[in-house]
């Protein structure tokens, strides 16, 4: 028997994850909701490609299982081209229904007879799915589990019993070829009840022409003695177009040359039914259904007993893996057409936390990636977070890089966590437990409190939230107030996250905060530090470097692009 029926793509089999979900606000800060619309146009694949993204867990093992499945898939096309048409079969099956009936009539034979066949084909996907398994190009942890978990499945005494008891069904059923129905007539010739006289191995023929003949001169349609069949007699198509007596209660079986079904128990019985008046059906195979399922009362509640036993197990519990498997699918997808256009993507590495918790290298904002044709537009950075440079005091000219590099570490971490290859030539980092964004907020959001205030209420709610495993990304925080208000608010801000040593990036255009953040880290060991967004002779370089603010130099860049200079506006570099 399988001891733990509960198998992930997403996690290590047995382990206990505990996830904390992203806000929906830092979803959107980080651009997510954009990149799952571009990853897959069909809405219910977006669905579980965000939730699972939106799970966050701290567990370097998590990080590094998702991780190995991807490249797998990655590395396996046609491995996974396989498992995936697998996969469709089994959800096909799993989900499709074929019959019609209303919400409380019972199943009925023809109903009962579909879901045997969805267990016969339960059990050629799961051969074909041990065997494709098998490969031996397999090299992660999860595909080898999902592999031994499939194992388990096939050797699980229900499975055996599964197979032995649809064997012997379907051989029982391809001996069933027709059925003997009788018709009992009152005075005035017409049906009063239909009842079974037996299920036969052959099929009715119709008699030779010759039969049929000699029957007619020998008195047509004469009367048998008694009712016992002694199974010599002639067989005639009833014809559809006569009416009269029983033959309207009969037309909508009078196509049938025989009633013939994949039933699985020969059955030598007399069972009666009654036929009310006036019945029909649209379809002559359910009305014949109809019948059948009163008169084999016996014979579809005892293939209805046998198959209800698999209900709860079979296609269920592999069938609940296919999301899972489908989210990393998408991504790969996603992940190679980025690949084939020349932009670079790697595997990332979780580590357990330390004094050391990042080293990106190389990396890369791809939300702006998705957006370029040409991968030399790219500029790619490099940095760090250790307890020399916990929190980051991010400045910079405007419109120089920014928010763009912020939110690209959002995104490393967040493509990370959920398996993907990430924009970056390596990435090594301690999964955050969540990721907090503080960005600027509509404007619907502060009419209540005020801009200042509903920024304040917000960063409360961050900081009581958020860990030492936590990334913190702040963007523009307090600038809606005077210089002097937002930069002492910011200041108590900055110093209460290193109390926690939360990992954080403060983009601002308060220079004093980089300029003031060894001050502020005096009495802490994890450190602030000063990065820049570097100018290079007053062109934007969208290069980062850990530097001294460079002041205001940002702010003569912009007055001399827009003509506010003192020199500009009176024309006294003009005179000189």
């Known amino acids: 028997m399988i001891s733990d029926r509960k198998f992930s793509l ?9 996830y904390k979900n992203l806000e929906p606000g830092t979803f959107h800060d980080l651009g997510l909701d954009t990149i799952c619309k571009e990853i897959t146009s069909e809405p219910k694949e977006q669905v579980v490609i965000a939730d699972v993204i939106s799970q966050l867990t701290s567990d370097p093992e998590v990080t590094n299982y998702r991780q190995d499945i991807f490249e797998d898939l990655k590395n396996l096309p046609d491995f996974s081209k396989k498992l995936q048409e697998l996969f469709d079969k089994i959800d096909f099956n799993k989900n499709f229904g074929t019959i019609r009936k209303s919400k409380d009539e019972i199943e009925g034979l023809w109903y009962l007879m579909h879901r045997l066949n969805q267990y016969r084909d339960y059990i050629t996907c799961v051969d074909a799915l041990k065997e494709c398994l098998s490969d031996d190009r397999i090299k992660s942890a999860g595909l080898k589990g999902f592999k031994e978990y499939v194992d388990e499945v096939y050797e699980d005494a229900h499975f055996h019993e599964l197979k032995k008891d649809l064997e012997k069904l379907s051989m029982e059923t391809s001996d069933i070829q027709s059925v003997t129905l009788g018709v009992n007539l009152n005075s005035r010739l017409e049906a009063i009840s239909m009842g079974l006289v037996s299920v ?11 039969s049929n003949i000699a029957d007619s001169l020998a008195g047509g349609d004469k009367i048998n ?18 009416d009269g007596g029983f033959m309207k209660q009969f037309e909508n079986l009078a196509k049938f040359q025989a009633a013939t079904a994949s039933g699985n128990f020969l059955v030598r019985n007399q069972t009666i039914a009654s036929i009310a008046s006036g019945d029909s059906a649209s379809s002559s195979t359910f009305y014949l259904d109809h019948i059948l399922n009163r008169m084999l009362d016996t014979m579809v509640k005892n293939l209805k007993r046998t198959l209800d036993k698999y209900a709860d197990m079979a296609i269920s519990i592999i069938a609940d893996i296919i999301p899972e498997f489908v989210y990393y699918i998408r ?17 990332a590495k979780a580590v357990a ?16 990636a998705i957006n370029l044709s040409d991968p030399k537009e790219i500029v790619v950075n490099d940095l760090d977070f250790d307890l020399d440079h916990r929190i980051y005091i991010l400045t910079g000219a405007n419109r120089g890089g920014k928010t763009t ?10 493509l990370a966590q959920g398996g993907a290859y990430v924009p970056a030539d390596s990435f090594e980092f301690a999964p955050a437990d969540c990721i907090y964004t503080h960005f600027p907020a509509d404007e619907d959001k502060t009419m209540d409190l005020g801009r200042l205030g509903e920024e304040c209420v917000r960063f409360k709610e961050i900081f009581a939230a958020s860990t030492s495993e936590s990334l913190v990304l702040m963007n523009e925080t307090f600038s ?27 983009n601002t255009h308060m220079h004093k905060l980089g300029i003031d953040c060894v001050e502020m880290s005096k009495d802490s060991a994890a450190k602030a530090a000063s990065l820049i967004v570097k100018s290079e002779g007053g062109a934007r370089s969208f290069k980062l470097e850990v530097a001294p603010p460079e002041g205001s130099s940002y ?4 007055a001399k692009k827009y003509g506010v200079t003192y020199e500009m506006l009176t024309g006294a570099s003009d005179n000189a």
């Open 353 to 368: 936390a330390g004094d050391v918790t990042m080293k990106a290298r190389g990396f890369y904002n791809f939300k702006l």
């Open 555 to 558: 702010a003569a860049d912009i």
């Open 405 to 414: 590099s912020t939110q690209g570490i959002g995104l490393l971490f967040a």
């Open 331 to 347: 991504l790969v997808e996603f992940i190679k057409k980025l690949e084939a256009k020349g932009f670079v993507l790697n595997k």
């Open 10 to 18: 997403l996690f290590p089999r047995g382990k206990e994850v505990n």
């Open 480 to 506: 809606t107030t005077s210089f002097e208000e937002g930069y002492y608010i910011a200041c108590d801000s900055i110093k209460a996250l290193l109390t926690k040593n939360v990992r954080t990036i403060y």
């Open 225 to 242: 003695e008694g009712n016992e069949w002694d199974g010599d007699m002639h067989y005639r198509q009833v014809d559809a177009s006569k």
């Open 200 to 210: 036969n191995s052959k099929p009715f023929r119709k008699s030779n022409i010759v």
